[in-house]
């Protein structure tokens, strides 16, 4: 398997700081663009004490709020990165909720990529491909459609939140933004959307294309340990990359 670098954003998230560690586990390079290096390096510690020795080769640490990037420091960032993964997300804060940035998924993903494709203009290689990997959750509904039925209060509560709760609008926002980009063939995406996640172990995951069973009070969970393992296999299998890009699958934890 060659190996592949990925940039992850969103990587002291309580995803993202799996998705980094699964990787470099599989011996994978990453790029992490963090508010906090010595916090990533903490949250690493956490779940294993030896991965700052370990890894050292492997992982890049660039200490740098995302949106305050310049667009040439995000090309520099996605050139030559074989997937972008993003575990973004607001911090359930008064502030992460309801002050700035309001749009920190979606404008990140619309730079991210935006870079990625300016990076591709300047290249001859017209052959390679870039993933992104954007992480969602099951209430963002589907721009493509196919998620009906859903009942009617779902589809009034789904409602509210859009309009409501700033971090679901701009989930479903950069779910929006990524679905607009089936014009590149060399940017493929998929947007994983997960149920009600939990900590706790890798173990079998199982992958839909619309979320089962209710939206509210359902029994189905999902690790955010297996939520990472199926962006880092959708990076390192082509078949199952074949399967989900540019769709949004739904994942819980296998029963
Ligand atoms: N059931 C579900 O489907 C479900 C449940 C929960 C979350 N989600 C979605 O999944 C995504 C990730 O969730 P999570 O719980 O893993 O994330 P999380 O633990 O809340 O982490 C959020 C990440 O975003 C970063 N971040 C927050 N505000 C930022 C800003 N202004 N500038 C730069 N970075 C910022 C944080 O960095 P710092 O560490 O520096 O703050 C952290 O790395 C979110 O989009 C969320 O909506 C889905």
Same mark, same amino acid.
């Given at each position: 398997m060659p190996t592949t670098t990925t940039l992850v954003v969103g990587a002291?998230?309580?995803t993202g700081k799996h998705v980094v560690l699964q990787l470099l586990q599989q011996s994978q390079n990453v790029h992490a663009i963090v508010r906090s290096k010595q916090r990533l390096h903490d949250l690493l510690g956490e779940i294993d004490p030896e991965s700052s020795v370990k890894f050292e080769k492997q992982l &890049?640490?660039? &200490?740098?709020?995302?949106?305050?990037?310049?667009? &040439?420091?995000?090309?520099?960032?996605?050139?030559?990165?074989?997937?972008?993964?993003?575990?973004?997300?607001? %911090?359930?804060s008064f502030k992460g909720?309801?002050?700035? *940035?309001?749009?920190?998924?979606?404008d990140a993903t619309r730079r991210l990529v935006e870079a990625i494709e300016a990076n591709q203009a300047e290249s001859n290689d017209?052959?390679?491909?870039?993933?992104?990997?954007?992480? $969602?959750?099951?209430?963002?509904t589907n721009p493509a459609g196919g998620d009906d039925p859903r009942t009617r209060s779902e589809r009034s509560v789904i409602f509210t939140l859009r309009y409501l709760i700033p971090p679901h609008s701009d989930n479903e926002s950069a779910a929006q933004y990524i679905h607009t980009k089936r014009d590149n063939p060399r940017l493929e995406w998929t947007v994983i959307r997960p149920t009600d996640l939990i900590d706790g172990a890798v173990s079998k995951y199982a992958l839909f *294309?619309? *979320?089962?069973?209710?939206?509210? $009070?359902? &029994?189905?969970?999902?690790?955010r340990? %297996?939520?990472?393992?199926s962006m880092v296999d959708m990076i390192l299998s082509e078949t199952l990359w074949e399967e989900w890009k540019y769709k949004m699958p739904y994942i819980q934890d296998a029963n």
């Open positions: 002291t998230g309580a &890049e640490v660039s &200490e740098a709020s995302i949106l305050d990037l310049s667009d &040439e420091e995000l090309k520099k960032a996605t050139k030559d990165v074989d997937a972008v993964v993003s575990c973004l997300g607001h %911090n359930m909720l309801w002050g700035k *940035p309001r749009k920190l998924v979606t017209h052959d390679k491909k870039t993933k992104f990997i954007l992480m $969602g959750t099951e209430g963002v *294309p619309k *979320p089962q069973g209710s939206l509210f $009070g359902g &029994e189905d969970k999902a690790t340990a %297996n939520v990472a393992k």
